[in-house]
């Protein structure tokens, strides 16, 4: 049984709408966002699926999992913080932004804070270079950007997202 | 007065509706093609008016367009939304305030070359903005500027969005076709080009989202009129990006030819702190490094000038250096980007990144003998020349430029373990 097919159906004839009925596989990255939305990472299970409704083998949608930096198959924290610290950005202070913002979590790039609700990254050009320091959410409900940012205000964005979460009742 | 031909939304508030856009001629020069001009008149129009590639290769655009076969169909348009090269956020704008004169453009071009389906592809960091696109597109086919039978006409076409996912080598264009067929993306071996086999192994136009916003207002105003801006071999306007050490950095519209001082001084506002500039990267990352003279500086930045002296323009991402900037710092910074990036489909640019990253490393932690500069510059000689595609070639630029031009830099930090 197809959970995801049966699940989003009219979203996956959407898509697969976009592409000529003999090339399936063109679906396969909007598939892999779609059931990445779910859990915030792609399960064996949800990449059995695709392959079944793309009509690729398994292994070959693993390895496109595996080529894209914004496929995730291993659970992260809820939320990824991704800073860019690219050149342009470094010129401005986004190294020592990142540093600076990981001392006051207690923890280092690469990380996901204690309760398990955000992960710092450092990530290359997000083509804002001109507002930084910078950085992007990912969250299951998509993608945030924030542009001249400080310790401060990041801080309180993280703030902003717990809130939001135990307001939720805390279901991370 | 106007001041905008591709920013326009800095003049016209809410550009990015419909509505709006149309009542200040928006669609216009399409409904004008389709129901007036046959394709072959639009391409001789954009020939004519010496259009150039605005995604970093500068390459004529009707030129590429007439190379399409046609005996061969169907015929497909893919606009490129990539947009990952560092230093580069104009297209970012102009998909975000002002989407409509590029969603025109790229049905501009589709009409030239007939296409009936053609596609955008974003990078998968712009979901926000592909969703906004949708709903343009929603809002352009309610409007009859998108379906079957435009204007009454036989000519039909629809545009569809799609997301790559996190890999800058996508934006080459044949990695971008291979991930918009649902693969990795590893650029294909040339020739075919994909104006021959392309999307589907099927005949394909891949431009650049500024490129195509030059569209409307060409197929507007005329070829002659467009020639009055920029010079004889780069006509036209262009957005330069303009980053890092400067006190305004940001998307400056500018005719091609404009000088690097007055992007610098007059727009950009000067240096930071008023320091003394040490050098420019035109291209973005994939620049080679030109010390900022005071003749650099007079240069005008059209594609022939800005080459002469050193460096291709690109996609003019224009990033400033100060004297603060130290080359071996910045060559790690470039070296750890490209070898995060590189596909790895080749030996000499996935090693050679590997190892540029590596040795720029002990160098920028001042943990490197004399030496490592040297091998350093051998491993540049190893990459270049040899790479599949022009990523590798890329990788090197900034890395083999700053130990040329500023090597005391680099020797300043290899130096010091040995005193
Ligand atoms: C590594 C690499 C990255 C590129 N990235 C982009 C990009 O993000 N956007 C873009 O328009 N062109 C990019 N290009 C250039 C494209 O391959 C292609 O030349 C361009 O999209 C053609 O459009 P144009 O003729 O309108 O400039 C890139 C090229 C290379 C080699
Ligand atoms: S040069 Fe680099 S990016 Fe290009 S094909 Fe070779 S490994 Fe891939
Ligand atoms: S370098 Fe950070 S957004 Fe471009």
Known sequence: MNQLATKYKDEISRIMAKYPPEYRRSAVMPLLYLAQREMGYLTDEAMQEIAEITEMGVTEVASIVGFYTLFHDQPGGKYRMQVCTDLPCALRGADRFLEELCQNLGIQPGETTPDGLLQIEEVKCLAACHRAPMYQVQSPEGLTFYEHQTVESALEVIAGLRASEQGKGGQA | ?419
């Not at chain 2, 007036?36 to 008016?49: H, R, Y």
């Not at chain 2, 990078?123 to 009454?152: K, S, V």
């Open chain 2, 1 to 419: 007065m106007n001041k905008y031909i591709l920013l326009r939304h800095r003049d016209i508030p809410n550009l990015k509706d419909l509505q709006i856009y149309q009542e200040n001629g928006g669609f216009a020069a399409f409904r004008k093609i389709v129901t007036g001009l046959t394709p072959d008149q639009v391409m001789q129009e954009v020939k004519a008016s010496g259009l150039r590639g605005r995604g970093g290769a500068g390459f004529p655009t009707g030129v590429k367009w007439s190379f399409l076969p046609t005996n061969l169909w169907p015929h497909y348009v893919v606009a490129n939304a990539d947009e990952s090269e560092p230093g580069t956020f104009k297209d970012r704008e102009i998909l975000e305030e002002n989407p409509y004169q590029f969603l025109e453009g790229l049905a501009i071009a589709s009409y030239a070359v007939q296409a009936n389906t053609s596609y955008v592809y974003l990078r998968g960091e712009f979901d926000p903005l592909a969703a906004g696109l949708d709903r343009c597109i929603a809002a352009m086919e309610a409007a009859g500027l998108l379906g079957d039978n435009l204007f009454g006409t036989s000519y039909s076409l629809r545009l569809h969005t799609h997301l790559g996912a996190g890999a800058y080598v996508c934006g080459e264009e044949t990695a971008l076709l291979e991930s918009l067929e649902g693969r990795r993306g590893l650029p294909r071996l040339r020739p075919p080009f994909p104006a021959v086999v392309g999307l589907y192994g099927k005949p394909t136009v891949i431009n650049n989202v500024e490129t195509l916003t030059n569209l409307p207002p060409i197929l507007e105003n005329g070829a002659t009129w467009y020639r009055t801006i920029g010079t004889e071999k780069s006509p036209g306007p262009k957005v330069f990006c303009l980053s890092g050490r400067v006190k305004q950095p940001g998307n400056y519209e500018m005719p091609l030819g404009t000088t690097f001082r007055k992007l610098i001084y007059e727009y950009g506002g000067g240096i930071l702190d008023d320091r003394p500039i040490k050098a420019i990267m035109p291209a973005g990352a994939s620049s080679a490094l030109i010390p900022a003279t005071e003749a650099v500086l007079d240069t005008p930045m059209d594609y022939e000038a800005v080459a002469q002296v050193g460096s291709p323009l690109g996609s003019a991402s224009v990033i400033i250096l100060d004297d603060t900037v130290r080359m071996d710092w910045l060559a790690n910074k470039t070296a750890h980007f490209f070898s995060h990036e590189s596909c790895g489909k080749c030996t000499p640019c996935r090693e050679g990144t590997y190892w540029m990253a590596h040795l720029t490393d002990r160098i920028a932690a001042g943990k490197a003998e004399a030496q490592d500069v040297e091998l350093l510059h051998d491993v540049t000689s190893q990459i270049q020349g040899k790479c599949f595609c022009a990523l590798g070639e890329f990788s090197i630029m900034a890395v083999r430029s700053g130990i040329e031009l500023f090597r005391a830099d680099f020797d300043a930090r290899a130096k010091r373990v040995e005193s």
